[in-house]
């Protein structure tokens, strides 16, 4: 009986000891940025005090990528969709990742929400889903924008506002009101009567833009732009950040809180706000890299 329970252990131990350990799950962050053909995002879109402090949330801070990719066409362009699958594909590669955190922003988020929804689309798309672990997506333009419309026929908007929406590009003139409603009806997943997104899709909501030349906060991402913001929020709703009415923002997906209730001092975030270390946004965004 002896030999039978000393073989036994030993049969276990052998199978124990065959067996590979099972691989750390290893986090990783991508900031995707807005509208625009961005060579250096890290400096020009999102500058290194929130790159660098939300990153720091990670088990190993080195495990992030900042997309540059030429989002000022239709978010299923192969310099759009294809550029942003090509550096995530490289960026999990690379670093083994296995969980993905998408930190995205504006019309970002409409890019990755197509990858999201049309998986059979590009090859790489399924592997790009099965990493993701969940997408923090900035005043999201899931539903458009008037603003966009305004530029596109152009009014007054096409000379006042081409800083912020990059003229008559093909992104800007997708994200008009009545495309986003063709689009997310036919090809993008996460609105209201459409099928669910395959990852958690969540929306930080900016309400309200302030700005006030004797107040630090107006400052924080640039006065002038805010400035400019705060004058375009006279054609949108009375919540929006300047740029994007508030049931744009809130169209797909899930919100995860509206700016006020979560910022310091209750302060607002304008669009160009939601994309900068303002208010303690990026410490919140920091604390969930987990």
């Known amino acids: 009986m002896r030999r039978f ?12 000891a065959a067996t ?9 962050v991508a900031f995707v940025h807005g509208t625009g053909h961005q060579t250096d995002a890290y400096n020009d879109y999102w500058q290194p005090a929130m790159v660098n402090n939300v990153r720091g949330g990670l088990a190993n801070p080195a495990n992030y990528t900042v997309i540059n990719c030429d989002f000022e066409q ?17 960026f999990i590669s690379a670093k083994k990742i296995t969980r993905l955190i998408v930190i995205t922003h504006s019309n970002g988020g409409n890019v990755i929400r197509w990858i999201m929804s049309n998986p059979t689309y590009d090859s790489r798309y399924p592997n790009i ?27 007054v908007f096409e000379t006042s506002l081409g800083w912020l929406l990059g003229y008559k590009s093909d992104a800007v003139r997708q994200q008009q009101v009545s495309w986003m409603a063709y689009y997310n009806g036919n ?14 899709f969540r929306s930080v909501v900016g309400t309200d833009v302030e700005t006030a030349v ?77």
């Open 214 to 290: 004797w107040d630090p906060d107006s400052y924080c991402g640039g006065y002038a732009l805010n400035v400019g913001l705060e004058t375009t929020q006279w054609w949108l709703d009375s919540c929006s950040d300047g740029f994007l009415n508030c049931s744009s923002q809130s169209a797909a997906g899930s919100v995860w809180f509206k700016d006020k209730s979560k910022m310091a001092g209750s302060e607002p975030l304008s669009h160009n706000q939601s994309r900068r270390a303002c208010f303690g946004l990026d410490t919140i965004l920091r604390n969930d890299m987990k």
């Open 187 to 200: 090809y993008l997943y996460g609105t209201a009567g459409r099928p669910s997104l395959p990852k958690l």
């Open 5 to 16: 329970v000393f073989g036994a252990l030993l049969a276990c131990a052998a199978l124990f």
């Open 74 to 90: 239709y978010m299923w362009d192969s310099r759009a969709a294809g550029c942003l699958a090509t550096q995530l594909t490289s």
């Open 129 to 155: 889903i099965s990493k993701i672990v969940r997408v923090n997506a900035l005043a999201p333009s899931s539903a458009g924008t008037p603003l966009a419309d305004a530029v596109i026929n152009g009014n």
């Open 20 to 28: 590979p350990a099972l691989a750390a799950d290893v986090t990783g």
